[in-house]
């Protein structure tokens, strides 16, 4: 499945990148540093709904995972280049997609600049998932709508929540 678009030097790489997006640790780091830069940046809001918002992917991909059991490429098809130890969670959807798409909105979100960075990372970290051997490409693509969606209805409670907190006069 995962033999085409690939490319022997690449394989540390893509370990590389998706060890790093694994447990969503790059985004859980991120959202520690918007939250230690909050005074600074004027808000904790931004590190707040990052956190909250990854939390609610990987929440969200779990139960779907659970419901679906999917099973990964490596366990039902033949010539699948395995890269990295299988995990014992379903295939269906991507958590990492999941969790870095949900972490791109919230970035992109609270920093438009962000896009120049925020947008290919997610892009990379669910296709490493693809190269890996560990999803089919279906997987990914559920994986990135769920943490859109996740992140989008996450970003929009903290946001409204946080405003009337600011101004409780607001919202009567």
């Known amino acids: 499945m995962n033999q085409q678009l690939r490319a022997d030097w690449l394989d540390p790489i893509m370990v590389f990148l998706t060890t790093i997006s ?15 830069a909050g005074r600074k940046i004027g808000s904790y809001v931004p590190g707040l ?6 939390a609610a992917a990987f929440m969200a991909r779990n139960a779907a995972a659970y419901l679906i059991a999917r099973p990964r490429p490596p366990l039902t098809e033949e010539n699948v280049n395995q890269l990295v130890e299988l995990p014992i969670a379903d295939s ?3 958590g990492h997609a999941a969790s870095s798409f949900a972490a791109m909105y919230v970035m ?8 120049y960075w925020a947008i290919p990372l997610a892009v990379i970290f669910a296709y490493t998932r693809l190269y890996v051997g560990m999803h089919f490409p279906l997987d990914s693509l559920a994986g990135a709508l769920l943490g859109l969606i996740t992140a989008a209805v996450t970003t929009k409670l903290i946001v409204s ?6 101004n409780p006069s607001a919202a009567s």
């Open 92 to 94: 269906f959807p991507s």
């Open 161 to 166: 929540y946080a405003a009337k907190k600011k």
């Open 49 to 54: 709904t990052l956190a909250a918002a990854v």
């Open 22 to 36: 694994d447990v969503a640790a790059f985004w859980w780091i991120t959202a520690v540093i918007l939250l230690i």
């Open 108 to 115: 992109v979100y609270f920093f438009p600049s962000a896009k």
